[in-house]
């Protein structure tokens, strides 16, 4: 498949919109001694939720949090793990499991924010772009077309050269990319972690390229 790219925006971005609900916001608050929240108004839950989380140790709010949004993924004992290395690495971009680094990046940028500090900021990356023809555009194939504007040092492409080629299956793409969105003719935004691509990789604003297909041997035969 080739594909004309026009890369309209690339923004680094520290917190995602709509990332946390105000219905988020309430069920958090009684997890941290707040069980009114749902009588209080909407533009106030964040703000009260910052309050109560800076009442408890960092690991502590971070355990609470973490069990909230991924108990269903991690164990009690990944997330005590978790909790106490989100203070002294990148965990949304380090954890093993990368189809957990958007939710981690979530819960570490609201940690943050409350701590003022404290967690180390990790940024989201958020690209919007034109792709014609509007065929086939799945997360791979939209990373397999923005290979070609990433500088040579690009993480991806050190990572990843044989699933851009086709010659390898490319189910991380899932995860990479944490959001594409389209918002007709021909646009899409897409948000992706900036440990995978950041505002400075991007070298081209427009070009053409040829998207490989990855053929399995069965598909093959």
Known sequence: MKYHIIINSVKTVEQLH?????DDYIALLDRFGFPDAANSKPSELKELLTMAITDFEPSEAAAI???YKLSEELGEGQIDQISHDM?????SEEYSDISLHHQLFNINQLLYQAYNGTFFNTKATTVEFQITPNEDVTKENVLKALDKT??????IKRLYADHLAGKEAFDDAESIIWNLEPK???SYVMTTSEYWMSRDEFTEAEYDVEVIPFESDEESD
């Open 184 to 186: 007709g003719d021909y």
């Open 87 to 91: 203070l002294i690495d990148k965990v």
């Open 65 to 67: 949090v973490l069990d």
């Open 150 to 155: 990433l500088a040579k040092n690009s993480i």
């Open 18 to 22: 709509n990332a946390w609900t105000n």
